[in-house]
C-alpha cells in the first residue's frame, strides 16, 4: 500500500495495552518504517556519540523520583554543537533524538513508538498522534504473556512502567503524559482488539487527509 503524502503516526502507549504491536501491524500494513527504541541507533550513528550514553541517558530520566521535582529540560528545538561542554548530556542527547524524528517526518511516512514524537511533532500537519490505553484487567492480560509475574506483583510493574514513561514524557515536554488534550487520537485497545484500533487510526487519517489517502 502507498501513499499520497508523508504521514506519520506516533503512538504513545499504556504498557500492556498493544501500542507496539498496533504501531507494527500498521507500518507493515502501510508499507512504511516502524521506528521505537531503533531511534536511538540511528541518533547515535549520526551524531558520533555512543549508542550507551543514550540508553543511560533514558534510564537516569526516568528515575522514580523525577515526578516529585520541577521541569527543568522542555524541549525547545535546540541541538548543541560538537564544542559544547554539554554535547553528550541527557538534554542534548533527547534534543538529537528529536532531530532525527523532525527530519524522518519531512522525509518520509512512518510509524514512531514512544521518544515524545507527538510532542517534538506537535507543529506538523502531517502528524496523527495517538494513545493507546486499556483497563487494568486488559493490561494484566496482555503483561501476562511477556512477563513472569502475576497479579499484584504484575500490577504494580505495569504502573511502575508507565510512571517512567510519564516522567521522561514530563521531563521533556512540561506536559502530562496521559492528557488527552496531547493527543489527536485516544484509543481504548480492550474495546477495538489490535486489528481494529490499527484500522480505527487509519480511518482518522482518512477522514483527516482524504478518503484517497491510501492508494
Avoid at 511533532?121 to 512477563?147: G, R
Avoid at 513472569?148 to 512502567?161: A, V, Y
Amino acid at each position: 500500500m502507498s501513499m499520497k503524502r508523508n504521514i506519520v503516526i506516533t503512538i504513545a502507549r499504556q504498557y500492556g495495552s498493544g501500542g507496539r504491536t498496533v504501531g507494527q501491524m500498521l507500518a507493515k500494513d502501510l508499507g512504511i518504517h516502524y521506528y521505537d527504541k531503533e531511534l536511538m541507533k540511528l541518533a547515535a550513528e549520526e551524531s558520533g556519540i555512543s549508542e550507551r550514553l543514550f540508553n543511560e541517558a533514558d534510564e537516569k530520566i526516568k528515575s522514580p523520583g523525577l515526578l516529585t521535582k520541577l521541569v527543568k529540560n522542555i524541549y525547545n528545538g535546540q541541538v548543541l554543537s560538537p564544542e559544547s561542554e554539554d554535547f553528550t548530556s541527557s538534554e542534548n542527547l533527547f534534543n538529537l533524538q528529536a532531530e532525527l524524528i523532525k527530519k524522518l517526518a519531512q522525509t518520509e511516512s512512518c510509524v514512531i513508538v514512544g521518544r515524545c514524537a507527538d510532542y517534538v511533532l506537535k507543529d506538523c500537519d502531517n502528524v496523527i498522534s495517538c494513545f493507546i490505553h486499556a483497563p487494568m484487567e486488559f493490561l494484566l492480560q496482555q503483561a501476562a504473556m511477556k512477563q513472569p509475574m502475576r497479579g499484584r506483583e504484575l500490577e504494580k510493574f505495569i504502573l511502575k512502567t508507565d510512571q517512567h514513561k510519564a516522567a521522561y514524557y514530563q521531563y521533556h515536554t512540561g506536559q502530562t503524559w496521559d492528557n488527552a488534550m496531547n493527543y489527536d487520537l485516544c484509543i481504548d485497545s480492550s474495546k477495538l482488539g489490535f486489528e481494529q484500533t490499527k484500522e480505527a487510526i487509519k480511518a482518522y487519517a482518512k477522514v483527516r487527509f482524504g478518503a484517497d489517502i491510501f492508494n
